[in-house]
T-cell receptor, first 114, second 114 residues
Framework: AQSVTQLGSHVSVSEGALVLLRCNYSSSVPPYLFWYVQYPNQGLQLLLKYTSAATLVKGINGFEAEFKKSETSFHLTKPSAHMSDAAEYFCAVSRQYNNNDMRFGAGTRLTVKP | DVKVTQSSRYLVKRTGEKVFLECVQDMDHENMFWYRQDPGLGLRLIYFSYDVKMKEKGDIPEGYSVSREKKERFSLILESASTNQTSMYLC?????????????FGPGTRLLVL
């Protein structure tokens, strides 16, 4: 079975600082990898996804993530944090060729300090 | 834009009551999902439906059932609510057939069972 581990349940950065949210995955077959964001009192929305086309994936709101097979990682970054980035972020993995087995990490809550 | 709506944002029920959570999507998606979200555990799949009247158990189906009589509507049923079912419930929908497709989420229903 596949799984993801998000390192750090809470991350705090200053406005303008680099955002780095860590995600490591485990999968026995080539994975698809996703980052979702959840703003307060809302559902999840997709930030970006890795579909095996390119290892560096750019998403919405200036976020990007790099797939590193050798490190089984898919960390999310943003060069300069904005107050509006404060939210909970979820990494998720699904196996290619399988329709119904997306697994989510426990989530990382990002706080942005002025 | 895809829209996924859930019948209630907040719900308070008594132990033993039968509870219905409704989810409707407007994009003709084949796949629909019910998750529960708990702090520190991320999202866990309760049930998945890949077509009308078709369903599969997820990771935590105990105490829940589902119904999908129409393509746009997917209902989650708690036959006899218990306090350990107090949680946030999220519905999602997706184009069918491939795990790479994005899941679109509703805003969630926060259920409190007293």
């Amino acid at each position: 079975a596949q799984s993801v581990t998000q390192l750090g349940s809470h991350v705090s950065v200053s406005e303008g600082a680099l955002v780095l949210l860590r995600c490591n995955y485990s999968s026995s077959v080539p994975p698809y990898l996703f980052w979702y964001v959840q703003y307060p009192n809302q559902g999840l929305q997709l930030l970006l996804k890795y579909t095996s086309a390119a290892t560096l994936v750019k998403g919405i709101n200036g976020f990007e993530a790099e797939f590193k097979k050798s490190e089984t990682s898919f960390h999310l970054t943003k060069p300069s944090a904005h107050m509006s980035d404060a939210a909970e972020y979820f990494c998720a993995v699904s196996r290619q060729y399988n329709n119904n087995d997306m697994r989510f990490g426990a989530g990382t809550r990002l706080t942005v300090k002025p | 834009d895809v829209k996924v709506t859930q019948s209630s944002r907040y719900l308070v029920k008594r132990t033993g009551e039968k509870v219905f959570l409704e989810c409707v999507q407007d994009m003709d998606h084949e796949n629909m999902f019910w998750y529960r979200q708990d702090p520190g555990l991320g999202l866990r799949l309760i049930y998945f439906s890949y077509d009308v009247k078709m369903k599969e158990k997820g990771d935590i189906p105990e105490g829940y059932s589902v119904s999908r009589e129409k393509k746009e509507r997917f209902s989650l049923i708690l036959e006899s609510a218990s306090t350990n079912q107090t949680s946030m419930y999220l519905c999602a929908s997706r184009v069918g057939g491939r795990a790479v497709e994005t899941q679109y989420f509703g805003p969630g229903t926060r259920l409190l069972v007293l």
